[in-house]
């Protein structure tokens, strides 16, 4: 349910979902809802539909969401792509195209979570309106976090118009075809923590999963959507425009 943390982390103004697990929900007590069908355009969790009600929460689950909190992608077209605005004094800063290098792009993506990066221009997603970073990125291409990077005083003072860095990211290889003969036919797969895992899905949703699957890789129109065994899986649902199967939601473990 990439949808419903990305709303998560921007009403906590702590940048783009970077994970998102669940584990048994402890009884202490406390008692939760439902929540599903975010658009990802709310500013708030409780603008998003709500199913269940009170002492309802996900099948005896909790959801574990890690935002990356130094970083974030706004204004793009899905999880993976935006406008680079820094944190800075706890306010966010668009970051001018002069101060940032593939180097810092590839650091970028794998902060929040996506894949390598696959387009860096400047004023690609608007210019925003708050401050520029005043600082000038060194990073090397291997840190983990963009806090990790080096950072220098800016050669220029001023930021131009129409220089905020935009960056398109990769989407994460986290999905696969197996047992079909080529990389756009078979089973569905999702990597899901450390393990590759099958993907179930209902009946009448087969086909919006599966235009959904080879959107993220890249193969075109689903020719045949065909119900399989799914052994140690989880099921998913579509709604079809998706980018990839992180932003679908996400039902009990198979």
Known sequence: MMREVKVVCR??????????????????????????????????????????????????????????????????????????????NQSWASVCEADFDRQDAEVVCRDVGCGAPAALQGGLYG????????????????????????????KNNTCLPGNAVGLTCSEPDDVRLVGGGSRCAGGVERYDQGEWRTVGTEDWDQEDVAAVVCRQLGCGSTVSALPGITTRGFGVSCSGPESSLRECGRSDDI
């Open 127 to 154: 210019e925003g309106e708050g401050q520029t970073w005043d600082k000038e990125f060194q990073c090397k291409g291997n840190e983990s976090l963009l806090l990790d990077c080096d950072t220098s005083d800016r």
């Open 11 to 88: 009403e906590l103004d702590c940048g783009n979902p970077v994970a998102e697990t669940r584990g048994p929900l402890i009884e202490d007590g406390r008692r939760g809802v439902t929540m599903w069908s975010c658009r990802r355009d709310e500013s708030s969790i409780r603008q998003c539909n709500i199913i269940g009600g009170l002492g309802v929460c996900d099948g005896g689950y909790y959801r574990h969401v890690t935002c990356s909190e130094s970083v974030r992608l706004v204004d793009g077209a899905g999880l993976c792509s935006g406008r680079v605005e820094v944190k800075s």
